[in-house]
């Protein structure tokens, strides 16, 4: 369980646009206050343990480089401080193939892009109780 009110919330994405719509959805609508960006999945590692404070949640997107989102929820399966946080896939794809395969790597959810702006509080609310939520459409 985590403080609703302030959950520390990550996002790997190289896409500006999504950045920015995430940032501004996440600190301006929702009022988070510790959202932490990351603008490409260099030196990954290094930047996720710099951080000041631990997500309580982390959004990789799938297709980035030079770390793609399977080999980042793979580093933080193996990594003892993250192994247990909600990971969600946020994907552009929306192929079966692709979905099976976000379940069976063991993400705990998938999100299309882009974000659907009015359902999404809801969504990270839900994620952040623990449930899966696979809303790819």
């Not at 000041?52 to 399966?77: C, N, S, V, Y």
């Amino acid at each position: 369980m985590t403080d609703d009110l302030n959950p520390v919330i990550l996002y790997v994405e190289d896409d500006m646009m999504s950045r920015e719509v995430m940032k501004l959805l996440l600190t301006r609508r929702m009022k988070y206050e510790h959202v932490y960006i990351f603008e490409d999945s260099t030196d990954f590692v290094n930047q996720l343990v710099a951080l000041p404070q631990k997500p309580h949640i982390i959004f990789l997107d799938i297709h980035m480089e030079p770390i793609d989102g399977f080999a980042m929820l793979e580093i933080l399966r193996g990594h003892p401080d993250y192994a247990n946080l909600p990971i969600v896939a946020l994907t552009a794809s929306v192929m079966n193939e692709e979905v099976t395969l976000l379940r069976t790597k063991g993400f705990d959810g998938a999100l299309s892009k882009p974000i659907d702006q009015r359902t999404f509080p809801e969504i990270l609310a839900r994620l952040l109780n623990g449930e899966q939520i696979w809303r790819i459409t």
